[in-house]
């Protein structure tokens, strides 16, 4: 692989793994089974037939709950601490026979951070687009965007690997949709949730509030009897 194929496959792997890292396994697994392309040695592993049927048998369970409203949302926050490891290390073992001149070490730490960052950068995206989706009372959109989501890595791998070119283009243009989309993203989550109070603090308020209601308020309803007259009958002395 050239030095433009190498880097695709670099940045393009750790850019879908932060999306769906099981689909990646398997879709450069079975490229390089079928003779599409070569795999560097340090991702050799990919090719496994037992890794490939792990692989497919996790894309399926995430196939489903991916489309399950706010079960996304809690698979998305587990894969946090799965998906950006992963990005990183398949960044790394993209470039591994790869002769920059920089050293290998400083290579695969550079390779390293740079992929970790990019996977974090999809994956967040990801996550913080299906939060403000669980918002809407609809399934729909959540399985509109799970298709999407599988459909924008299957193409992104499909260009990475045959097109190396035309996905830089893509690329830039996410890292452009990127910077525009999370403040937007942020905003929306903080206005959803960000009037959620601590429980202690709502009870604390909401009793200030009672109190702070005038008697005669006809929507304060008084059950403790303390502000009533009782006019007893005369007790029969008989």
Avoid: C
């Amino acid at each position: 692989m050239g030095l433009i194929e190498t880097l695709a496959l670099a940045i393009g792997g750790a850019w879908a793994s932060g999306i769906n890292l099981y689909g990646t396994v398997v879709v450069l697994g079975v490229m390089d089974n079928f003779g599409l392309i070569t795999l560097p040695p340090d991702l050799q592993m990919l090719t496994s037939w037992w890794v490939l049927t792990f692989a497919v048998l996790f894309y399926l369970i995430e196939f489903i709950a991916d489309k399950i409203p706010l079960v996304d949302s809690v698979w998305d926050a587990i894969h946090t601490f799965i998906r950006i490891p992963a990005g990183a290390l398949l960044a790394a073992g993209a470039i591994s026979g790869l002769d920059t001149g920089m050293g290998d070490e400083f290579q695969t730490i550079l390779a390293l951070l740079v992929g970790g960052t990019i996977a974090a950068s999809s994956h967040f995206a990801k996550a913080g687009s299906r939060a403000a989706i669980n918002t809407s009372p609809e399934p729909v959109s959540n399985s509109a965007a799970s298709v999407t989501e599988d459909v924008a890595v299957f193409g992104a791998l499909y260009t990475v690997v045959f097109h190396p070119v035309v996905f830089f283009v893509l690329f830039a243009v996410f890292v452009l949709l990127l910077i525009w989309l999370v403040p937007k993203i942020w905003r929306f989550i903080r206005d959803v949730f960000g009037n959620a109070r601590h429980p202690t603090a709502a009870y604390h308020q909401a009793r200030a509030g009672q109190n702070a209601a005038t008697p005669n308020d006809p929507r304060q309803i008084d059950l403790s009897g303390a502000g009533e007259t009782q006019n007893l009958p005369p007790s029969d002395l008989k």
